[in-house]
Nanobody, 121 residues
Framework: HVQLVESGGGSVQAGGSLRLSCAVT????????MGWFRQYPGKERERIAT????????YHHDSVKGRFAISQDNAKTTMFLQMYSLKPDDTATYYC???????????????WGQGTQVTVS
């Protein structure tokens, strides 16, 4: 039974930093990816950063490139999103997710955390 639990969200002033964590329990596909998504009210979730579990190869959406950094611990059971230079536009609910299979397409993300709120004022 796979569970993903996010933590680290909260309220911060513009220009501040936060670090989100995603703890994974259960078996996930190590050939796949993990990712961070965010969702604005009334909008679809958008993928902002991903990491291929086996190689550590990362992707960051242009909107967060240079400000956010995705990483994982050596045991590959916890994923992180370090967020710097936060802006009010970053205010959203942030979700972590794990994919099934090696292709890491949007539709392959099958396991999701419950979400954590980030508010930037």
């Amino acid at each position: 039974h796979v569970q993903l639990v996010e933590s680290g969200g909260g309220s911060v002033q513009a220009g501040g930093s936060l670090r989100l964590s995603c703890a994974v329990t259960g078996h996930i596909d190590k050939d796949g990816c993990m990712g961070w998504f965010r969702q604005y009210p009334g909008k679809e979730r958008e993928r902002i950063a991903t990491i291929r579990i086996s190689t550590g190869t990362t992707y960051h959406h242009d909107s967060v490139k240079g400000r956010f950094a995705i990483s994982q611990d050596n045991a590959k059971t916890t994923m992180f999103l370090q967020m710097y230079s936060l802006k009010p536009d970053d205010t959203a609910t942030y979700y972590c997710a794990a994919s099934v299979g090696e292709y890491c397409r949007l539709s392959d993300y099958k396991f999701w955390g419950q979400g954590t709120q980030v508010t930037v004022s």
